[in-house]
């Protein structure tokens, strides 16, 4: 009897401390501070003394292109190389494709420059939408720690800010959300996602919205991002056109949104020279144009070597 009794007694405390723990635990989960999760970050990149000595980054790596969706659906095998000096950053993909050589976009700590990337001398969906939100670029966030112009590496200078959004459910997984306003204006939404455990931020979303606008004596007014059609190279400052439409077509537009949202993936850390970074990178680009049609692509990059402080030529960062 006295053997059942204790039996009872330890089911009791079983079930009864989860339930005590597990408010502790939701709790301290939603009372990290926006500092914390940046000290944390910082840590888990490497000591404040290596992060300052890495003044230039060589990432490479082997690159899968795939349209999943608005286009023929095959995948396209090449190579990925970002090249990083403190504040200039250049993010270069090639594929042995005519219809796609891939992407060269460069930022020299102020300009940007992205080149065409077919044999028409167009620029891609993609490519376009980080020209003309260029803020991507300026402010280092394109490739993550992966690059020296990474912005949490440098508060101070870049002057964000941020914001703690709280814990976020993505994939299954809780991450903490931070948002991310640049000090110059802008129009894409940019969020950044790191995991409670280690710091490691492994993801960056960025998402733009456009409806038309209808003005007075009823034009219609664009807004910060034309049309990314699939020939489309757009030069920032002719972006502002209007036109004269009827009633019933100025409804039918403000009844629709263009989309666009890039999704930067983060995985497999490793530490070399000190330093804790991705070796596994994912871009993946989706355009929702208002006539319905859905462009998807994804850029699947693993690393085969990241090296440190090596002398970089400056050409590899000259915007023509």
């Known amino acids: 009897m006295l053997k059942l009794r204790f039996v009872r007694a330890a089911l009791s405390v079983a079930i009864i401390l989860p339930c005590l723990a597990s408010p502790r635990l939701s709790s301290a989960a939603t009372e990290v ?13 490497g000591d404040a003394a290596t992060r300052a000595a890495a003044k230039s980054r060589v990432f490479e790596g082997t690159t899968q292109f795939k ?48 080149a065409t990337a077919t044999d028409a001398q167009n620029r891609s969906n993609f490519g376009t939408f980080v020209y003309i939100q260029d803020i991507i670029l300026r402010d280092g966030l394109l490739g993550g720690e992966l690059s020296t112009a990474w912005p949490l590496l440098d508060i101070d200078q870049r002057k964000p800010k941020l914001s703690y959004e709280g814990l976020k459910t993505i994939d299954g997984k809780q991450l903490y959300e931070v948002r991310y306003k640049p000090k110059k204006g802008q129009d894409v939404e940019i969020r950044l996602y790191f995991e409670p455990e280690s710091f490691h931020h492994v993801l960056t979303v960025y998402t733009l919205s456009i409806r038309a606008q209808l003005g007075k004596g009823g034009e219609v007014n ?11 190279q757009v030069d920032r400052p002719t972006m502002a056109i209007q036109g004269t439409v009827s009633a019933d077509a100025a409804q039918a537009s ?64 000259q915007v023509k």
């Open 33 to 45: 501070k926006l500092e914390d999760i940046l000290a944390g970050h910082l840590a888990s990149i």
């Open 67 to 114: 349209v999943v969706a608005g286009g023929a659906g095959k995948s396209t095998d090449g190579q990925t190389v970002i090249v990083s000096e403190e504040h200039k950053v250049q993010l270069m993909m090639k594929f042995p494709n005519s219809n796609y050589h891939g992407e060269r976009i460069i930022c020299d700590g102020n300009k940007v420059g992205v």
């Open 222 to 232: 664009s807004l910060a991002v034309p049309e990314l059609s699939s020939g489309g």
């Open 254 to 317: 403000n009844q629709q949104e263009t989309r666009y949202r890039v999704e930067e993936r983060f995985s497999e850390f490793k530490t070399a020279d000190g330093l804790t970074l991705p070796n596994h990178y994912t871009i993946h680009f989706t355009q929702e144009l208002q006539g319905g049609k859905t462009t998807v692509l994804d850029w699947d990059t693993s690393a085969t070597r990241i090296i440190e402080n090596i002398s970089v030529d400056a050409k590899n960062f």
